[in-house]
């Protein structure tokens, strides 16, 4: 407004100024010249028309800077305004989207945890079964809980590797947001500073001397209206990019845990099937063994009434050869012409013969019969170890392994 009325003054007519000069100049003569005096009034009557028309263009101008200054302040409003809500939205979906993140992080954990009873029980089976005959170590079971122990540890480093990467993009997302928020709060400020210019008067001013150095500050910090909004376009792309990065995160570890979770459940079901399937062959293998062992202590029983009626048979042929050989021996008392080797005596003779042949037979019989009856004891033994081993063996898979395994359940992670 100065300036306007500098250069207003300026534009006066330079033959008033002149007069101006002149009336300060000493008077000629004793009265006052009335022509001068008219001179004066009009020069005076011009000057107010022109300070008249000077204010009224002045303050026609005001009016019209005022006017635009109020557009501008209301576009620059709507601006902050379109920005500020794109952020917002973006900062709503960056909170959805890192609760998300936690919730499946959390699941991660879960997941992590859930392997260390299996593994335990796992541990536990390979130990209980060092107890079983060395010739039964190496077996498809021993075979199945070694991969079960390795399938198992294999996950759960893999889903703690997984949850370091969720911690470091949970990380991203929040920095992402805490960007957004902080560029929302300076939006914020920006919005109430520009409404309050826009309700601003000059009578609402409180001290105008405030402003003096307002253009040093506006050249020395200012940015320019693309600056403005690449700063925000930069916040939200960076937050755009990492919820893409979120969800393709989120995308594998949930195929991640789908797949962990089959592999440890179908593990978990081999290693159960190779169980099922040694139980069933050790209780074969000890039915026929028991099956065997009866019939065994039913021969070795057989055998041995065989073994004693033999004993009898050999007394009872003793007997008989006695009773010939004492025939003989009363006959050969004969007087000498009557020692006559008659058909008696050849019988009698012929009959020990047979009996002792028999004789030795029968002995040579009930010596195999006690080697029979010693082969059988000790198949009998051997079964009855056998057994013992079996029913061990049965039962450290059946009883203690099965207890132990049977509260293990894989479900989805």
């Not at 107890?131 to 021993?142: A, G, K, T």
């Not at 009898?312 to 042929?317: H, I, L």
Request: charged residues 30%; glycine residues 2%.
């Amino acid at each position: 407004m100065i300036s306007s009325c500098m250069l207003l003054c300026n534009s006066l007519n330079p033959q008033w100024r002149e007069m101006s000069h002149r009336d300060h100049s000493p008077q000629q003569g004793a009265g006052p010249n009335l022509v001068d005096l008219e001179v004066m009034r009009k020069r005076s009557e011009l000057f107010r028309a022109e300070c008249t028309r000077l204010m009224l263009e002045t303050d026609k101008t005001c009016k019209r800077m005022q006017n635009d200054d109020h557009k501008q302040l209301d576009q620059r409003l709507r601006d902050v305004q379109f920005l500020k809500k794109e952020l917002e939205l973006k900062s709503e979906e960056m909170i959805v989207e890192i609760d998300v993140l936690v919730a499946l992080q959390s699941r991660v954990v879960k997941a992590v945890e859930a392997c260390k009873a299996p593994l335990k029980v796992t541990m536990v089976c390979l130990e209980e079964r060092k107890h079983l005959p060395s010739e039964w170590l190496h077996d498809e079971v021993e075979s199945e809980l070694l991969k079960e122990a390795e399938v198992i540890e294999r996950v759960a480093s893999l889903l703690q590797s997984v949850e370091k990467q969720i911690t470091e993009q949970i990380r991203l997302d929040r920095s992402a947001k805490y960007r957004l928020e902080k560029d929302l709060k300076e939006k914020f400020e920006a919005q109430c500073i520009d409404n309050s210019c826009a309700l601003m008067t000059h009578n609402s001013i409180n001290n105008p001397e405030t402003t003096e150095n307002t253009e040093i500050v506006l050249l020395s910090s200012a940015v320019t209206p693309t600056q403005w909004v690449d700063v925000s376009e930069i916040n939200m792309a960076t937050a755009e990019q990492q919820q893409a990065n979120s969800r393709c995160l989120r995308a594998l570890v949930e195929s991640l845990l789908e797949q962990t979770a089959s592999d440890l459940k179908e593990q978990v079901q081999a290693t159960t099937a190779a169980f099922q399937l040694k139980i069933r062959e050790i209780k074969s293998a000890k039915s026929q063994m028991e099956d065997q062992l009866t019939k065994i202590l039913s021969e070795f029983a057989s055998l041995q009434r065989i073994r004693e009626d033999l004993h009898v048979a050999v007394v009872e042929s003793e007997g008989v050869r006695s009773l010939a050989q004492a025939r003989l021996a009363l006959r050969r008392q004969r007087p000498g012409k009557e020692q006559c080797h008659d058909a008696a005596q050849c019988r009698l003779l012929a009959e020990v013969q047979q009996l002792t042949a028999h004789i030795s037979t029968l002995q040579e019989a009930a010596r195999r019969s006690d080697e029979e009856q010693r082969a059988l004891r000790r198949s009998q033994v051997e079964l009855q170890e056998g057994i013992e081993m079996k029913a061990n063996s049965l039962y450290i898979d059946e009883v203690v392994c099965g207890q132990h395994r049977e509260p293990v359940v894989i479900h989805g992670f």
